[in-house]
């Protein structure tokens, strides 16, 4: 408004310095020192008749009421015309001259000062328009930017609001705290009732926090440490909720602390699901430890797979010995005999033959022995063109079920007695040893074993000296015959050796007669000296076409042949 007034005021100055009015129909007196001589009058002629004549420079009053409009010259030099309007300002003006005014003679006057006016009003309006202008764009600025803070502030607030951060402000020398909307949502009091105080945000603290909150509080203002702590609160109601506060000092020129600006989130929601989260942790650690399991998670296209300590725990290592752990590593601590496996299950896990990978193999223990172990796992993501992108899983050390599992086994296909295989097992081994002999066309021989008075030393000596017989004829047996060969007892005094190979035509013979020598030794078993004979047939299988029965018979027929010829010899049969 005191710029509008200026302006008004300015151009009424110009107006009046060169007779041109603000008001149309007010009279203005002009000094005649201005313009002395100039006979010039500045007429209205839309005004009332009697108040055309607004006023007069050197021009007697009494001439004055003679002036009409009439008296303008036609003839003028300049361009004015009779009734011309000429725009001064924002107003529209005739101008008149006497006929006996002395400008008559020097029209470039009147022309000089009606043109430099007219500039003068130009530049005024021009000076009015510009300021204006400014004036308006800066307010519109002004209400724009306005608007948008008041967005910003709207957005500002309810991020807080979703964040639960509310900030304060503390003015120390005042002993004054202020606190944005959130901060009086998150301690859940009314900020129409409420009064924020130092004193009241202490109380609030819980009682088990408050000493390292002042403490932490004491190192900002006095030794230029960082603020940022987490404590819990008590609210009115009893609940207790958890916050993360954070803050920084405004120092004046001396050093001393001024105020202080911080703000205060609400972590409630956080810790109470890092507390579910460690338990859940710490659980599954006691499962992974009762369940003696190791864990791995696999990182396929890094090639790079982390692991838990009882992972490495399992083969002796500490977690450190064997970090990185990539695929090769892994591999190169495998059983060299169950790599393949290894690799084939694999290889059926990322080609989606299989949706899961399930291993059993060796490992190399640190101390050097092998270690057996389960291996499970998954591939649970894939890149966008169906590749294993990332796969995890648990790693169990099996050894002592392994352990158990072979010792079934044994017991399963051993006789209890002396130690050798049962007839279940020569069953079996016999069946393949026949496939390989048909398929390579390798011959092979099959000797029946009975031992001649065995009946009587168990009548005579009781049944614990006939069991030492056996196992005395075992341990013959074990050291006579080759490593290759399967030997089984298959029932009281009767024994069965398969000789899955003959390195030489005559083969099984030199074994029937090292047999029959080795065994005609006295034995001396608790304090009796024995001599026990036995009878062995021998069935060759050199046909390559024989089916198992033809060659069992065959070898039960020369087994019967040799008792019939005496006992304790052998005789051969082939099919």
Known sequence: MRLIGLIVYVRKWLLALFGCCKKRRTKRALSNDLLLGTGLVLFDPAADSDKQVLFALGIDPEELATIKPDALLLESVYPLQRNNMIDVGVDQWALVQN??????????????LIVFGLIISALFNWFIIIVYGQSYETEQQVIARTGELSNLNVLFNRAQTMGSIGHWEWDINHEKLWWSEEVFHILEQDSTHFIPSIDSLLAAIHPDDRDFVSRAVDGVLYRNEPFAVEHRLVLDNHSEKTVYEEGFVTFDAQNRPVSMFGIIQDITRRKNAEKALEVERQRLEEIIWATNVGTWEWDIIGNSIIINERWADILGYELNDLLPLSRLTWKMLIHQEDQPLFEHLLEEAFSHIKDHYECEYRMRHQQGHWVWVLTRGKVIEWTADGKPKRMSGTQT??????????????????????????????????????????????????????????????????????????????????????????IARIGGDEFIVIMTSLEQAKGAELLAERLLQQNDALRVIEGHQLKIGVSIGVGMYTSFTASEEALVKATDKALYAAKSAGKNNYKVLSV
């Open 99 to 112: 006929s006996t005014s002395p400008f008559i003679s020097e029209s470039w006057s009147v022309h000089i």
């Open 397 to 486: 050390d099996i050894t002592d079920r392994k352990h158990r599992d072979e010792e079934v086994r044994r017991l399963a296909m051993t006789d209890v007695l002396t130690g050798l295989v049962n007839r279940a097992y020569y069953s079996r081994r016999l069946s393949e040893t026949i496939n390989i002999a048909k398929r390579n066309k390798v011959p092979f021989a099959l000797l029946m074993l009975d031992l001649d008075g065995f009946k009587e030393i168990n009548d005579g000596y009781g049944h614990p000296v006939g069991d030492l017989v056996l196992k005395d004829f075992a341990d013959l047996l074990r050291h006579t015959c080759r490593d290759a060969d399967v």
